[in-house]
């Protein structure tokens, strides 16, 4: 059973704070490991990525065969459904037409003195997207990385995608071709990251890593950042439900359950207003758990990390939210509009008792790559910003400079920059020599 | 004397390419000080922040004194020379109009599935700037980090800044004033990126750290990732100027030493299509170097990084700057603006013969803080969106779950995730019972 709190009770604040602040992932420490592999990767290029997928995708690659063919892509493809394809083309249309909108506009305008500025926003040139084999390889994270680069105007789009004994998902491959990946290379794991970061005979370097991997991968992106960009590093998956008693409980513990699904450190919480109804989720949760395919993972995720929360009243159980900062927060509510008006941090909202979770997942149309672990204080979801960046632009005339070169002048003075305010300095003498002329 | 590159000579590109991987910082290993230092404070809280600062800044502070009162600020501002006020207040001013329209616009939309999507932005709550002491004690970084979370909406805005032996630069306090920081802390090194990270008995944790700092600075601000939001770890100054040989060359070699005088690992690179002007801008260098205040850290950097490169046309000097990606770029030439739509990678753009990056440092208005050592690849100067994050929002009616829940169901099916699955089939069936009845 998962903890049972009620913020009237006295010891409620203790409890909470350690709900807050529990442990849920023990990542293990591959870092020296990782590092070897990357350094082996910059010494023998193809040679070292070559022999490691060998070594732990049991997959023995040439230079030629690191890369599927545009005829292999074809044929792994040919064996989707008619119905599976249809369902993957409605969410890359929906993820895309959302991110369309996310586009943000150049500027630039004159000031009042005469100074033009503005700022201009270009895309990434090249981009890596790392796709998990095995049971973690997703479609839907493939459309969710791969969209928004193209909708950005990455030039150059590849994944890394381990392919353990050859097998590989042919949904993958369908959602990078709908989303217009360029190249899909079978490669996995830390040498993965370090081709994609310093590249090698075979493969171009990128400018940007994203998308979810193991702690191999996870090492990896931590230790090429800054000679690359990457996405945040993820940890396990959270849901929040702010629900009152009119909804079907059946509903709400799914809705917990689709979190609690994914992995046993993943958590699920459920705030409510009323005591019975929680008592009432809780009891369909263990009913679902009965039959669910994935009782064992979900089972744990809950008894180990889910918590049912009662709180007096909705405004407070908002506030608990905020405390929490979900990566995903379900309002099931009468006025769910007027409750997310008091929502501080969340990485996405669901509105209503008709939007669960499970829909941002697929064909909602926002990002389903969220900040974890409390990080909504300050991070935001995958969007077309993270392939974009801005280079800021001025432009002095004259006069411009005139009026506001002397302050500059001044203070780089104060910070014993000499030549600083010299190379400001120079040009209004010249102006002074001008009028004076 | 730096090197001097012709892109017509056949060994061109590999000198290019080895300017280009030259590593400038050898940035010392302080990683296992700087853990068992956040480990202390998380322990004992403000009792290790005031033992450190005494052994490390000389300085004997008790809870009580770890603040500035704001009479000791008020007296501390007192001291600065009305013509330093100034020019304070009016860079003061230009960052804010700047940052103002920095502001991204929440959305919401129906789209014809009638689902109702969009975006909410949300300030972080509570940051903390990071300033050096010393000579690194920059009032123009104050302004630089902290006004773009005040405009932001940041609500609570504090400072660390270590007053060694209980010195401290005046201007750095009005700067703070004049930037609206609630609290400015007497605090350094990696005690004070602890302590701002997780809070003591005196000192409240913030929920995001920006600001540069020393080797010790920097290696806490990449422990404490995760747990709060950072900026990026900036790493040594660059300058690129692409100049014709219609300018003075004095100035160009001024405008190439107000990087090289911030310090020894700086770069400052001259690209232009006229050998005799690179010639005379080095021989301006040299001239300049005879007299500079800080000539020996100009001078080493110049010796060691400089360089000027010579090419066939100023479109060949577009292209090369892309491939450094300079965090600063001057562009004085005929048409600078024609030039820029060529750019591609660059943190700055000052346009035209009359904008010395030094304007950009202090009161153009654009951010000082830029990405460094190539990373302007693939990231973008501090702004407002910084001290922002991105809430996505989703809102299904019944009539729209009808139009998407079967494709998500499908999907999640395909991913093997029942629950997923079954929480949006569990709504669709109450809508087909509605309906047959």
């Given at each position: ?383 077309v910003m993270d392939f974009l960046k801005r280079t800021t632009i001025a432009k ?42």
């Amino acid at each position: 059973m998962p903890v049972f709190l009620t913020t009237a009770e006295p010891d409620f604040e203790t409890a909470f704070a350690a709900l807050l602040s529990a442990k849920r992932e023990d990542a293990p420490d591959v870092d020296a490991a990782v590092a070897a592999i990357i350094d082996d990767v910059r010494t023998r290029g193809d040679a070292a990525v070559i022999g490691l997928t060998s070594k732990f995708d049991r997959l023995d690659l040439s230079p030629e065969t690191l890369a599927f063919t545009q005829d292999e892509i074809s044929a792994e493809c040919a064996k989707v459904s008619d119905e599976d394809r249809a369902a993957l083309e409605l969410a890359a249309e929906r993820v895309r037409a959302y991110h369309d909108r996310q586009m943000p506009e150049d500027a630039r305008w004159t000031d009042a003195a005469g100074a033009e500025l503005g700022w201009r926003w270009s895309p990434v040139s090249a981009a890596g997207l790392y796709v998990p084999g095995g049971l973690a390889s997703y479609p839907s994270s493939v459309l969710m990385n791969a969209i928004p680069a193209k909708v950005a105007g990455v030039e150059r789009l590849v994944i890394a995608c381990p392919t353990p004994g050859g097998a590989v998902n042919p949904l993958v491959l369908l959602a990078a071709r709908l989303a217009g990946v360029d190249t899909v290379y079978r490669i996995g794991g830390a040498q993965a990251i370090a081709a994609l970061a310093y590249g090698t005979a075979t493969i171009r370097p990128v400018d940007k890593i994203t998308g979810p991997g193991n702690a191999y991968v996870a090492a990896a992106k931590r230790r090429v950042f800054g000679r690359v960009g990457i996405d945040m590093i993820a940890g396990p998956s959270e849901i929040l439900v702010i629900a009152d008693r009119d909804n079907d409980p059946d509903w709400i513990a799914l809705d917990l359950l689709s979190q609690a699904e994914h992995d046993e450190s993943a958590q699920s919480i459920l705030v409510t207003d009323d005591a019975g109804f929680g008592r009432a989720v809780a009891a369909a949760v263990e009913k679902r758990l009965e039959t669910l395919e994935r009782r064992a993972i979900a089972g744990a995720s809950w008894r180990d990390y889910g918590a049912v929360i009662v709180t007096r009243d909705l405004h407070e159980a908002a506030a608990l939210s905020n405390r929490v900062a979900p990566e995903h927060l379900e309002l099931c509510v009468a006025d769910p509009d007027g409750l997310a008006e008091r929502i501080t941090h969340a990485g996405a909202i669901f509105l209503g008792r008709w939007t669960p979770e499970a829909i941002g997942d697929y064909v909602g149309g926002p990002n389903h790559v969220l900040p974890t672990a409390r990080s909504a204080r300050f991070s935001s979801g995958l969007s077309v910003m993270d392939f974009l960046k801005r280079t800021t632009i001025a432009k002095m005339t004259p006069a411009a400079l005139a009026a506001i070169g002397p302050a500059a002048e001044r203070l780089a003075i104060s910070e014993s920059l000499e030549a600083h305010g010299l190379s400001v300095r120079a040009r209004l003498d010249q102006l002074n020599r001008r009028e004076a002329q």
